[in-house]
């Protein structure tokens, strides 16, 4: 919504993983991840393309330790930034 009520705002979107696999497959995963919520903003809302940038940082920024189900779930996310 707010991206529909501000059409000058622009994002990064940003893509995170958990610590399970290669750190090269969870860097693939983080960009396909952005990718895919960039792809959902444009296809189901509308959103024009070039207000949005992706990228995936795979578990280089993780929110805490990975060491339980419960922590790795809070670092498979999806971030925006305002540009």
Excluded at 21 to 40: P, T, Y
Excluded at 55 to 83: C, D, H, M, P
Aim: hydrophobic share 40%; glycine share 6%.
């Amino acid at each position: 919504a707010t991206l529909q009520e501000n059409p000058k705002v622009r994002v990064k979107i940003i893509g995170h993983t958990d610590s399970d696999g290669s750190d090269a497959a969870n860097l693939l995963l983080s960009q396909k991840r952005a990718a895919d919520v960039k792809l959902a903003l444009l296809n189901f809302y509308g959103i024009d393309a070039s207000r949005m940038e992706t990228i995936g940082k795979g578990e280089s920024e993780t929110l805490n330790k990975n060491i339980n189900a419960e922590e790795k779930a809070q670092n498979i996310r999806v971030e925006f930034i305002k540009l």
